[in-house]
């Protein structure tokens, strides 16, 4: 289900990328950060950077070394994940929702989480997706 408000810069979701991409784009599901505020007319869209629990073979400028505060639900439940910046991406508001993180004791309602990484390692992000974009010389004005 998608999520039924718009994400804030920052907020780390889990993106549904099965669908209309072609491999060595992202073609599965994954968590995300949001690296887009949210602008008029562009309601359906948001901008997002995934996120991997996986090192990079070779650190690159673009990659984004990230500790978690609060670990997400299995299977992404790693504390240090790594931002893929030079994968950034705009896609449909409706491939996002939040992690399903179990049931309510009384009623058995699923209960639902999401992530937030604190404005020190939104501007590390911001920085690794202008080094990604080729943009290295821009950082310095972040």
């Not at 998608?2 to 990328?17: F, R, S, V």
């Not at 950077?49 to 690159?60: D, G, K, R």
């Not at 992530?115 to 004005?141: E, K």
Request: net charge positive; proline share 8%; charged share 20%.
């Amino acid at each position: 289900m998608a999520l039924m408000y718009y994400p804030k810069q920052g907020e780390i979701l889990l993106c549904n990328y099965n669908t209309g991409f072609v491999a060595p784009e992202m073609t599965k599901m994954r968590p995300v950060v949001v690296v887009s505020p949210r602008l008029r007319r562009r309601a359906d869209l948001v901008t997002v950077v995934p996120l991997s629990t996986t090192a990079p073979q070779n650190v690159e400028p673009y990659h984004c070394a990230i500790e978690l505060m609060n670990a997400l639900p299995p299977p992404f439940d790693s504390p240090n994940m790594w931002a893929k910046c030079d994968m950034i991406s705009t896609i449909a508001h409706s491939r996002l929702d939040r992690f399903k993180s179990g049931r309510k004791a009384v009623g058995g309602k699923r209960t639902f989480v999401s992530g937030m990484l604190n404005p020190d390692q939104i501007r590390m992000v911001r920085s690794a997706v202008l080094c990604g974009l080729g943009f290295d010389s821009l950082t310095i004005h972040l």
